[in-house]
């Protein structure tokens, strides 16, 4: 079993709707990561938590420390927001961070 | 432009090749990430470095080297290319050396070895 979990795998969806893409972990961490991946290749870091909630825009990332599972967020989905979302997570004592597989969103026009 | 500057963009080399990729971190960030992201495995942690000294080892083969300058540059070095190598490189670079200040990605080194 991965250590990360995202799911789903894949999503496609309307514009306009509200789209939840889902990470659970299995070990102990002191934060963790929501990135975006563009077609293009490039990485960029949208959250880092460690703890309840934090929203930028249109994305919201929450997180269950108890539950080990976190939550992303697109409320009003464009498709600009087609991407690969991609969550991290960083273990306590170390900076190894760990990656899941990701999630390819594609928002329709 | 995120402030962190990998080159090249792209390279092709050869099986049995040396290659050197490059980083530089963004302005004040002191720790620097080395991953690589391939199809079958996903992005995996290869090695850390913080003002110039290796912090964290991950998943890095042995034919694969890295360092960190004193003008905190990072290069990260493979050798001896196989087929397999051929993935996506990318350095972060963060303000600490546990990275809580978070991470800032650069665009990526895409290395094919045919």
């Known amino acids: 079993k991965n250590e990360v979990e995202q799911s789903p795998q894949n999503l496609t969806a309307q514009e306009g709707e509200f789209i939840t893409i889902n990470c659970s972990y299995s070990v102990g961490i002191s934060a963790l990561h929501w990135l975006q991946q563009h077609p293009g290749g490039g990485i960029v870091s949208l959250f880092m938590?460690?703890?309840g909630k934090k929203k930028h825009g249109r994305l919201i990332a929450t997180i269950n420390i108890q539950e080990k599972h976190s939550s992303l967020h697109i409320t009003a989905s464009h498709p600009r927001d087609s991407a690969v979302y991609i969550c991290?997570?960083?273990?306590?004592?170390?900076?190894?961070?760990?990656f899941g597989t990701g999630t390819r969103l594609t928002i329709i026009p | 432009d995120s402030g962190v500057t990998q080159t090249p963009k792209h390279l092709i080399t050869a099986t049995g090749q040396r290659v050197t990729l490059r980083c530089s971190p963004r302005?004040?960030?002191?720790?620097v990430y080395w991953y690589q992201q391939s199809l079958d495995q996903g992005l995996q942690f290869l090695i850390q470095y913080y003002n110039g000294e290796e912090r964290a080892k991950g998943n890095i083969l042995e034919r694969f080297s890295a360092q960190q300058f004193p003008d905190l540059h990072s290069e990260l070095n493979l050798s001896s290319l196989e087929l397999g190598d051929s993935a996506l490189y990318f350095c972060a670079s963060s303000p600490r050396r546990e990275g809580r200040g978070g991470y800032t990605f650069g665009s990526g080194t895409r290395l094919t070895v045919v």
């Open positions: 302005s004040g960030d002191l720790s």
């Open positions: 991290a997570v960083g273990p306590f004592g170390n900076e190894k961070l760990t």
């Open positions: 938590l460690s703890s």
